[in-house]
């Protein structure tokens, strides 16, 4: 048996709606003391702060740009590479592919690879989604939770083509069955979990476990976090998406007004559905939590 890489490939794949804005923007932030610790980050150009090109590629298929990534952060002569992007998590739900990706980076990089996942009461993670979904056109509450509930996830394909494309959003709520599924079958990526509801701010678990002292970052402007949108904001959210696309017509404002009606959901079906969603998940989320304190 060989001895393991000393070497590692650290993926963190959120979950969408655990902080990694917050997490991502701090890394970069960061990148110069991150550094002087052995451990690379490189953010992309552009607007965003994640490495979302080498994970959309990923998402279809495509190891070559992560692994160039890892391969030009270790050439730094750094012995510990991040990458950070929701759309990591994807990984999650397609084991196999990770598979495939612990033996190539093994190979083209002599490193280990560990993914780090933030979890997420499984009903607040809902309706952060919820609203998040609203600002690009998806609400439908009532067909997201079936499809939770029937899949453990929910799964928006190409929900934003054009310049900005992602092949993918995955939602993962079903914590427990996928990530103990995850471990099962690619035993050669350890797997980190942190709780993003006790944290001091999000990703100091994370930074401690790259060896950097939780307490010493900066905290990123308030801009840099992406707090989600309010309930009470989604229905002129819907609307003014909506308006983008309606016919200049009387018949838009009827469209405009049941849109609004839909949208709002009452808060006593708001707390329903609360309940529904953490009888079924909470109890494996908290038993992760559970066994990585331990």
């Given at each position: ?31 110069a003391?991150?550094?002087?610790a ?13 490495n ?42 397609r ?12 190979r ?107 307490a ?79």
């Amino acid at each position: 048996m060989t001895d393991a890489p000393q070497r590692r490939l650290w993926l963190h794949a959120g979950l969408h709606k655990t902080g990694s804005t917050y997490i991502q923007a701090m890394l970069a932030q960061e990148q110069a003391r991150l550094a002087e610790a052995g451990v690379f980050f490189r953010r992309p150009e552009g607007p965003i702060e994640g490495n979302y090109p080498e994970a959309w590629a990923l998402q279809q298929g495509d190891l070559d740009p992560l692994l160039a990534y890892a391969r030009a952060g270790f050439e730094t002569g750094a012995s510990q590479v991040v990458l950070s992007a929701e759309d990591l998590s994807s990984l999650l739900v397609r084991p196999g592919l990770g598979v495939e990706l612990v033996q190539a980076v093994r190979r083209e990089c002599d490193a280990s690879v560990a993914l780090a996942v933030y979890l997420r009461r499984p009903s607040a993670q809902f309706w952060s989604m919820v609203g998040q979904l609203a600002g690009h056109g998806y609400y439908d509450p009532f067909q997201l939770l079936a499809e939770a509930l029937r899949d453990g996830f929910v799964r928006i394909a190409e929900p934003a083509p054009g310049d900005f494309f992602a092949p993918e959003w995955l939602c993962l709520l079903d914590h427990g069955r996928h990530l103990s599924r995850f471990r099962r079958r690619v035993p050669g990526a350890p797997l980190r979990v942190f709780d993003f509801d006790s944290e001091a701010y999000p990703g100091a678990g994370l930074f401690a476990a790259l060896g950097i002292d939780p307490a010493v970052p900066a905290a990123p402007p308030a801009a840099a976090r992406n707090v989600g949108v309010a309930p009470e904001a989604v229905p002129t959210i819907m609307v003014e998406k909506l308006s983008e696309t309606l016919p200049d017509d009387p018949a838009a404002a009827t469209v405009e007004a049941a849109v609004v009606e839909r949208a709002v959901v009452p808060e006593r079906v708001r707390r329903a559905i609360s309940a529904v969603i953490d009888a079924r998940f909470a109890a494996g989320s908290r038993s992760l939590l559970e066994t990585a304190a331990n």
